[in-house]
């Protein structure tokens, strides 16, 4: 079975574009989750889709930060006017929705603002 | 201060030894406690969760929480190479929407 795959695993763009990063979560899933991996840092949450349910958008770093899930199924990480700051790994991770403490993580999409 | 403390390392150590790595936390709101396992340019991997105070054992790893001191260790029993990765330990509290909060991890090298 597939696990949670990520898209692009690498991108680098300049400074004021706009940025979208693709996650497919594990199939049947019911969670999925965001979180950022700067250098030397740890997991930052971003944003988690749980069903219908509205997603929680508490750690979203600012409005130029945006997320959609499409189907109850892939998501769309989108990062408007990039800065520099915003170069780091973005990590997307699925589950069930019962079973929190056990979230399956992608590979992340390395992301590099010059 | 951060809510969860974690030795960056580098730690090295000979295989076979035995490794301890630990987390502590300010939240005394966190119930569940997970330690997982990162490659280079990989994911993280979930290697155990324990929930509350107590020990949990898996194969050569054991989890410990001792939520009396707000501190949490993983022990890896005769390491090998393929154990160098770095160590994230996170927790989350009951019903906050599976948000999990992270360690910076600890970078761990096993020595031939």
């Known amino acids: 079975g597939a696990g949670v795959s990520q898209s692009p695993s690498n991108k680098v763009t300049e400074k004021g574009k706009d940025v979208e990063l693709r996650c497919d979560p594990i199939?049947?899933?019911?969670?999925l989750y965001w979180y950022r991996q700067s250098l030397g840092q740890g997991l930052e949450f971003l944003i988690y889709?749980?069903?219908?349910?509205?997603?929680?958008k508490s750690g979203l770093p600012s409005d130029r930060f945006s997320a959609e899930r499409t189907g109850g199924s892939v998501s769309t990480l989108t990062i408007q006017r990039t800065q520099q700051e915003d170069s780091a790994v973005y990590l997307c991770?699925?589950?069930?929705?019962?079973?929190?403490?056990?979230?399956?993580f992608g590979e992340g999409s390395w992301l590099t603002v010059v | 201060q951060k809510e969860v403390e974690q030795d960056p390392g580098p730690l090295s150590v000979p295989e076979g030894a035995i490794v301890s790595l630990n987390c502590t936390y300010s939240?005394?709101?966190?119930?569940?406690f997970m330690w997982y396992r990162q490659y280079s340019r990989k994911g993280p991997e979930l290697l155990m969760y324990?929930?509350?105070?107590g020990n949990k054992e898996d194969g050569r790893f054991t989890a410990q929480v001792d939520k009396s001191s707000k501190y949490i260790s993983l022990f890896i029993r005769d390491s090998q190479p393929s154990d160098s990765a770095t160590y994230l330990c996170?927790?989350?509290?009951?019903?906050?929407?599976?948000?999990?909060?992270f360690g910076t991890g600890t970078q761990l090298k096993v020595e031939l």
């Open positions: 991770a699925s589950s069930f929705y019962d079973t929190g403490n056990t979230i399956y």
């Open positions: 996170a927790m989350r509290v009951t019903g906050g929407g599976n948000k999990l909060t």
């Open positions: 324990t929930y509350s105070s």
């Open positions: 889709f749980q069903g219908n349910s509205a997603p929680d």
């Open positions: 939240n005394s709101a966190f119930q569940y």
């Open positions: 199939s049947g899933h019911t969670a």
